[in-house]
């Protein structure tokens, strides 16, 4: 490597749109630490549960009960922890963005409950219906509900950060309410409870794939990050710098609103994950998507394997579902975030 290259790929003021930068970036001894920080956590993960596994059954042949449990189970799982968590923090840094609030995400937004009320209608109005069709009409709830969090943002006078996500809570709490109505109306009561609650015990193979979805939202969400980036800067500014707001917004709403239903129908409700992954990696990296998006996502996969893990190990061999877990640690997380944030501004 050239005197030349050495100093464009070690300078602070470098364009991270440049791939040679971002594989330079992703070979760095943090990344390297954070990656295997995931596999053991991956493995730890593939290895607690009620089904013993031993290392001598995973020496046999691949059709072994053994290697059927991790086909079947385990893997199916793992994966759909670390998806969930790499969509759903991408989703609460993308709702942050959008609202110009760092204390706002899928699940203090009204989304989530949106996204459940959408479930809902599905399986008593068309219960027949494609996954992919049921996938449309539930992301068509959550996206009307996060129009009108976002509608009533616009009447409200926010003399404070604090007061977005309360209202998007007593929104939510609303829909919550009509939601358990409707269900225990027409015996769903139990469904909707699940739903609510977040809980990755029934991911079997075939359970699971539809969060690849997810997924694919956080790669177009990476290559549209200097748009978003801007567009969390303000309308005007955005829009002085050549950027289509309203298309951007709906798009932005759009993706959110696809991967909080995605994960409703496959886990039920997680929350806090969205909004302490983003803020506490502002913190140290500041607000450029594109810097900090893979760093969120990495994180928001550990911690939910992390919170996993402690749900299943805590009263072994039952479980606690993930849900519980999440909001225990991440209400204490964000009530750290809140007292130790200087930078209070909406």
């Known amino acids: 490597m050239s005197t030349i290259s050495f100093v464009y790929l070690t300078s602070e003021a470098v364009d991270m749109s440049n791939p040679l930068v971002i594989a ?20 730890i993960s593939l290895f607690i549960g009620v ?18 449990l991790i086909f079947i189970s385990r893997l199916p799982r793992t994966l ?14 993308l709702m942050q963005m959008l609202v110009q609030n760092r204390y706002v995400e899928p699940t203090t937004a009204g989304t989530g409950e949106s996204a459940m009320l959408g479930v ?4 008593l109005v068309m219960p027949g219906a494609s996954i992919p069709n049921k996938i449309m009409i539930a992301t068509s709830f959550a996206l009307f ?4 969090f976002l509608a009533i943002l616009k009447r ?9 996500p309360l209202v ?46 997810g997924f694919f939202l956080t790669c177009l969400t990476y290559l549209l990050a200097d748009r978003f980036t801007i567009m969390g800067m303000g309308e005007k500014v955005s829009t002085n710098l050549g950027i289509n707001h309203s298309v951007l917004l709906l798009f932005g709403l759009a993706v959110i609103s696809a991967i909080s239903t995605v994960i409703a129908v496959t ?35 550990n911690l939910i394997l992390v919170c996993d893990i402690l749900g299943r190990i805590v009263i072994f061999p039952y479980e606690i579902p993930i849900g519980i877990v999440m909001g225990c640690v991440g209400s204490a997380l964000f009530l750290y975030l809140i007292i130790n944030r200087k930078d209070t501004t909406a």
């Open 168 to 213: 998007g809570l007593v929104l939510g709490g609303i829909i919550h309410s009509i939601a358990t109505f409707f269900a225990y109306r027409y015996d769903m009561l139990q469904s909707l409870q699940a739903w609510a609650t977040g809980d990755f015990s029934g991911v079997i193979k075939g359970r699971y794939e539809i969060l690849w979805i």
């Open 145 to 148: 509900g996060t129009f009108i």
């Open 267 to 301: 886990a039920g409700n997680i929350p806090f994950l969205g909004l302490i992954i983003p803020n506490a990696v502002s913190l140290v990296m500041g607000d450029n998507i594109r810097r900090s998006l893979p760093w969120i996502a990495l994180l928001g996969g």
């Open 120 to 123: 809902l209608f599905v399986m």
């Open 24 to 43: 330079h970036r992703c070979i760095s001894y943090k990344w390297l630490f954070a990656l295997s920080g995931t596999l053991l956590l991956f493995f």
């Open 156 to 164: 409200v006078p926010l003399r404070s950060p604090f007061l977005a």
């Open 80 to 93: 759909a922890l670390l998806l969930a968590g790499v969509a759903l923090a991408v989703a609460g840094l």
């Open 51 to 68: 089904g013993d596994l031993t290392w001598t059954g995973l020496q046999g042949s691949f059709t072994s009960e053994d290697w059927t």
